[in-house]
């Protein structure tokens, strides 16, 4: 399976993440859309998830929350335009950090051969607004070439150790 | 950690030869001069580096004899990678999951599709 790739520059209000599937993007939209299938994937499985509502279509919201031992991690937003197989575009909003949205769009790229690529394109507010939701402990990032500081991590954490 | 002070955590890791600098420090103590060998930038501009990585808190410095040397601070890198790791966690499980749904439902549609054959 591909590796997923997480790229946010340094002075950027941008996440980008990527992904291939070995499914064609038809599922991918049912995936995505359909609550009952959104709640079987999205978020680790440490946490419960319940979905609140998730009316995928144009000027449609959603609310979901992420539960585990003492907490619970809600998120809500609002789908812009109708979700097809080419993608959809979103507002996301951490209720624990109100105000700070970010305008969240996925396409699903036909790779051929029944596999797809989703790429999901995050934009802040601004840069501070992007890495608050790091302090958060959520969502953003900020380093721009993340296998660069993997290895250095790597590479530090054997004399450190 | 403070928001403030996680900005600057990535702002001084964004740089290659600050990485670099840090990979260095990662084998021991090296003065400034013993890290500009390796570079073809001045010793200043190295120095210029190594404030940076000190505000940041990534690099302490002492000194010992006439030198003035760099020591690795390796805990905030541990608390920036900390979350980064959350966040990697978070989608890289959600997508595995992703994985197993998608095939679940291929799985149904293949059945389905033989299901209506004669």
């Known amino acids: 399976m591909s590796k997923l790739t997480i790229v946010a520059e340094p002075d950027s209000p941008f996440i980008d993440i990527t992904r291939d599937f070995d499914a064609p993007r038809e599922l991918l939209l049912r995936a995505y859309t359909d609550p009952e299938l959104v709640k079987q994937w999205l978020g680790p499985?440490?946490?419960?998830?319940?979905?609140?509502?998730?009316?995928?279509?144009?000027?449609?919201?959603?609310?979901?929350?992420?539960?585990?031992?003492?907490?619970?991690?809600?998120?809500?937003?609002?789908?812009?335009?109708?979700?097809?197989?080419?993608?959809?575009?979103?507002?996301?909003?951490?209720?624990g950090a109100p105000g700070h949205v970010s305008l969240d769009a996925i396409t699903f790229e036909d790779l051929g051969g029944g596999r797809t690529r989703v790429h999901l394109h995050s934009v802040h507010q601004s840069v501070v607004a992007r890495d608050a939701m790091a302090a958060a402990g959520m969502a953003s990032g900020i380093d721009d070439a993340y296998a660069r500081l993997d290895e250095l991590v790597e590479r530090l954490a054997a004399p450190v150790a | 950690m403070q928001q403030d002070h996680l900005s600057a955590v990535f702002g001084a890791l964004?740089?290659?030869?600050?990485?670099?600098?840090?990979?260095?420090?990662?084998?021991?103590?090296?003065?400034?001069?013993?890290?500009?060998?390796?570079?073809?930038?001045?010793?200043?501009?190295?120095?210029?580096?190594?404030?940076?990585?000190?505000?940041?808190?990534?690099?302490?410095?002492?000194?010992?004899?006439?030198?003035?040397?760099?020591?690795?601070?390796?805990?905030?890198?541990?608390?920036?990678?900390?979350?980064?790791?959350?966040?990697?966690?978070?989608?890289?499980?959600?997508?595995?999951?992703l994985d197993d749904l998608l095939a679940r439902l291929q799985d149904d549609t293949a059945e389905a599709h033989e299901g209506i054959r004669p």
């Open chain 2, 14 to 97: 964004a740089d290659p030869t600050r990485r670099a600098i840090l990979a260095r420090l990662a084998d021991g103590d090296a003065s400034v001069a013993e890290l500009t060998a390796p570079f073809a930038v001045s010793q200043p501009a190295i120095s210029k580096h190594l404030i940076v990585l000190e505000r940041a808190g990534l690099v302490s410095r002492r000194r010992q004899r006439t030198a003035r040397l760099s020591h690795l601070e390796a805990d905030p890198l541990g608390e920036a990678t900390a979350w980064l790791a959350r966040y990697r966690e978070y989608w890289d499980e959600s997508y595995a999951r």
């Open chain 1, 45 to 95: 499985r440490k946490y419960e998830m319940v979905i609140d509502h998730y009316d995928a279509r144009d000027g449609g919201t959603y609310r979901y929350i992420h539960r585990d031992e003492g907490h619970a991690y809600a998120f809500h937003g609002v789908f812009h335009g109708a979700p097809t197989i080419d993608g959809m575009v979103q507002t996301f909003e951490f209720e």
